[in-house]
């Protein structure tokens, strides 16, 4: 009985404690008739602080509170949000009374909790599931933005309490945060938020991975301290003496975002240089603001050698998140890159709470930028089937990324993707000039559809009425709203010329006088190993099939005919992947004899690489490798798709393709030097070589043949020493070929 006593004491206690810590929150953030609603919400909820939550294994309250603390001092939202966000957990139980709901705001806390109601529950763990669950998770923002932010919230507080759920329920929570979660907090400029959940979301998917970059940042860390103090130091002193009104953070890079440099650039934690930036951040009044900013500016450059290329004005023409701040990269002592961010105090609140700290400078919740948002991303969920999985793959692609700012011919802003090209701006115009586009010009010089745009150009298309979509188009698109219309219509070319071609293939048969029936269709397509009738009646159409070759099917007995793998349209070379697989160099799965399998080309496997099969719907099974950057959320939502897959002992003197991306400094002879080393010190023969130079600087991808893994590390060592070269690195993307 005493220990009984004893841990609901210690319980008690700890309620005390969180609600008195909570209080003192309120007091800083809200007036006292906003703390005093708020103060009552908690006090009808105090009842149930005994009951103890699935998700946390902490008691409904603490995660209550902890919610509400996420909602007001991380995003900055007022008193229904707080209320909504305490009251949340318990509408899932049916602990709440109605009375509770008839106190003050109650019909805005009312229409929340019924918004959370229908997301809460959502969870990407089953394909049929996950593009309806996104469906309905980003049409809620249309109704009230807050309901998402406050989901963000408690997905926030989960992931720091995942410890007490089991490994596999981890893995699925993990993905669902750095998929989907993380990506929409970056959207809504929530960088806090979007940091915690892609660090916390790598320490359930990337254990080991997570674990060593923690203990590297930590034994870095009085070494880096001492650093920042050297940097900082000069800059207060003329900071000061300038009259400014400042305050200098220093911020270190994730750990999320250090791993994916360590991927993306193919470097060691020891080569990373700017581990962490700096922030300046003044006070000033808003009609002096971006005249300040860059007086800061210049005082850092005055101090500090800057890199001119790394220059990025998000003061002049804000994110559409509304972020803004003036970015540069200085090089500090000992030779250091340094980032320095600037920005005024209004900047920074916005850039830590997002369109929160927006509502807050503008007197309301409407936001240009934000609705802009929304309006886009109902048009990619009405334009896209409602059956098609790459729903996700969409708005994510919408969501996670960087942005450029073009103009048209009259002088309008449009925002764009990184890497957008004319056809995308085109689609961004309107539909109808997207799919008449012939090319264009960029700064008066004519470019064709698939030129790269860059911020500040001025683009003009040109169009012609008889234009159509080509499949091709789908690789020179980025943005969904392009892929979707060029998909549907091709999509709609296609079921007209299925028409057509069935129109034409009935009347032949009809002439033949061959009897004609659904046993005979099923023929004719198991013949040609085709999924659909439309798919049949297209090539046709198209003439890839002849009709003569139909008739002979349906008029020949089975064992005279041989079946087909395909429309056949003239003879072709066997792809690489074709001889590994005819050779028998991977073992799938010990259980399965004689499997069709294809080697991926998002992550280029090549023997020694440690792999993994995936069964596709269309293309048998893909041989991913174990760190491809689709392997994570294939794993999660597809496991019972995933088969073992293991490199046997190559026999002959077989090459993979594969490819390296090489950068530096761009000097008169340095392809030259680096493809004599390729081919004749190293002997190895190129498919293909691609440079392109500007600004002093060049990069380059370079397709090759190599025998397995260890070789082609070897090519990168013996690459990586020749001067003006920076960084050579495994190109995974090999494209459609050349």
């Keep these: 009985m005493s220990v009984r006593h004893t841990a609901t004491d210690e319980l008690n206690r700890q309620v005390k404690n969180k609600y008195r810590s909570f209080l003192h929150l309120l007091r800083t953030y809200y007036n006292e008739v906003d703390q005093k609603k708020v103060r009552r919400a908690l006090r009808n909820v105090m009842a149930n602080s005994g ?14 509170l902890n919610v509400s603390r996420i909602v007001i001092e991380q995003i900055g939202l007022g008193p229904t949000s707080a209320i909504a966000a305490v009251y949340h957990d318990l509408t899932e139980t049916g602990s ?54 406050i989901r963000l919230a408690e997905q926030l507080e989960l992931m720091r309490h995942l410890d007490f759920q089991k490994p596999e329920d981890q893995v699925a929570m993990a993905t669902d945060s750095y998929y989907l979660y993380a990506p929409l907090a970056h959207r809504l400029g929530l960088y806090n938020i979007k940091s915690e959940l892609e660090d916390l979301s790598l320490k359930y998917l990337e254990p080991d991975v997570y674990r060593d970059l923690q203990k590297k940042i930590s034994e870095t860390k009085r070494k880096r301290n001492r650093y920042i103090r050297e940097f900082i130091d000069p800059l207060k002193e003329k900071l000061t003496a300038d ?3 400042y305050q200098i953070k220093s911020r270190l890079k994730s750990v999320h975002s250090i791993w994916e440099k360590i991927q993306v650039q193919g470097i060691s934690f020891e080569e990373i240089y700017d581990l962490f930036a700096v922030r300046i951040i003044i006070e000033s009044p808003p009609e002096k603001e971006k005249e300040n900013c860059w007086r800061v500016y210049s005082i850092v450059t005055d101090v500090y050698m800057p890199n001119p290329s790394r ?25 250091h890159w340094v980032e320095v961010q600037i920005r005024t105090k209004r900047m920074d609140e916005i850039a830590e709470q997002g369109f929160a700290a927006h509502w807050k400078y503008k007197g309301g919740r409407e936001d240009e930028g934000l609705d802009q948002w929304l309006k886009n991303v109902r048009e990619i969920l009405e ?58 010009r960029v700064n008066d010089k004519a470019v064709p559809l698939h030129h790269r745009l860059q911020t500040g150009d001025r683009v003009e298309v040109t169009t012609a009425k008889n234009q159509k979509p080509a499949t091709g188009w789908l690789r020179y698109v980025v943005t969904s709203k392009a892929k979707s219309k060029i998909k549907q219509s091709l999509d709609e070319e296609k079921t007209k010329a299925a028409r057509e071609g069935r129109e034409l293939l009935m009347r032949r048969i009809r002439n033949w006088k061959i009897p004609f029936s659904d046993e005979s269709l099923k023929k004719i397509m198991r013949h040609f190993k085709l999924k659909a009738a439309k798919d049949l009646y297209a090539l046709v159409f198209d003439g890839k099939i002849d009709p003569l ?26 792809s690489l992947e074709e001889i590994a697989r005819n050779e028998d160099f991977l073992i799938i799965d010990k259980k399965m004899k004689s499997v069709d399998y294809k080697l991926a080309r998002c992550c280029n496997p090549i023997f020694g690489d440690p792999v993994f099969g995936f069964v596709t719907i269309r293309e048998g099974i893909k041989i991913h490798r174990k760190d491809c950057p689709n392997a994570k959320s294939l794993m ?8 073992p897959a293991k490199w046997t002992d190559i026999r002959g003197n077989l090459s993979f393709e594969a490819a390296i991306r090489v950068s530096g400094e761009d000097d008169m002879g340095i392809v030259n030097r680096i493809t004599e080393l390729i081919s004749n010190d190293l002997r190895v023969n190129m498919r293909s070589i691609r440079f392109q130079t500007g600004k002093g600087v060049y990069e380059g991808v370079i397709k090759l043949f190599v025998t397995n893994a260890n070789h082609l590390e070897i090519i990168i060592r013996k690459i990586r020493k020749i001067k003006g070269v920076h960084k050579v690195s495994r190109f995974y993307d090999l494209g459609d070929g050349e």
């Design 636 to 643: 999660s939502r597809y496991p019972y798709r995933i088969v």
């Design 243 to 245: 009259g400014f009104r």
């Design 311 to 335: 220059l990025r004005d998000w003061i002049s023409i804000p994110k559409s998140n509304g972020y803004e701040s003036l970015h540069t990269t200085v090089v500090g002592p000992g030779g």
């Design 383 to 440: 334009d896209t089937d409602a059956a098609s999985d790459d729903v996700i793959d969409q708005v994510k692609l919408n969501l996670y990324s960087n942005e450029i700012f073009v103009f048209t011919p009259r002088g309008d802003v449009i925002r764009l993707p990184e890497n957008a090209t004319l056809l995308d701006f085109a689609f961004a115009i309107h539909s109808d000039v997207g799919l008449r586009c012939t090319g264009g």
């Design 96 to 149: 709440i009374k109605d009375e509770w709901l008839k106190q003050d705001g109650a019909s805005q806390v009312m229409e929340l909790l019924e918004g959370l109601g229908k997301i809460s529950g959502i969870k990407i763990t089953r394909v049929a599931d996950a593009s309806e669950n996104f469906r309905r998770l980003i049409l809620n923002l249309a109704g009230d933005v807050r309901v998402v932010l």
């Design 549 to 574: 070759e139909i008739k002979e099917i349906l008029t020949n007995k089975p064992e005279d005919l041989k079946e087909r793998t395909g429309p056949v349209e003239g003879k072709k070379l066997f």
């Design 51 to 64: 009951e103890i939550s699935g998700q946390t294994g902490e008691p409904y309250i603490f995660h209550a």
